[in-house]
């Protein structure tokens, strides 16, 4: 279980299942576990109103270098 976080201030987004290796692109919504993200439209946002990724439909595309994760 990964644990989601805003690059900006650190606060938790999601928490999140991964399978396989590799860098996190895409976060597939039926692997979400916790979601303390905001949504705008499309648009997943922080609390601070950083944005994270944008929904499109089966998973959220996440945009690189607004997030951070640990284990």
């Given at each position: 279980m990964l644990t989601i976080k805003c690059?900006?201030?650190k606060s938790e987004?999601?928490?999140?299942l991964k399978?396989?290796?590799g860098r996190?692109?895409?976060c597939w919504k039926n692997r979400i576990g916790k979601d303390y993200s905001v949504r705008d439209g499309?648009?997943?946002r922080?609390?601070?109103?950083n944005?994270?990724?944008?929904d499109e439909g089966k998973w959220i595309k996440l945009?690189?270098?607004s997030f951070i994760y640990s284990r």
């Amino acid at each position: 279980m990964l644990t989601i976080k805003c690059a900006k201030c650190k606060s938790e987004i999601f928490r999140y299942l991964k399978v396989g290796k590799g860098r996190l692109l895409h976060c597939w919504k039926n692997r979400i576990g916790k979601d303390y993200s905001v949504r705008d439209g499309n648009e997943v946002r922080c609390r601070c109103g950083n944005l994270i990724g944008i929904d499109e439909g089966k998973w959220i595309k996440l945009k690189q270098n607004s997030f951070i994760y640990s284990r």
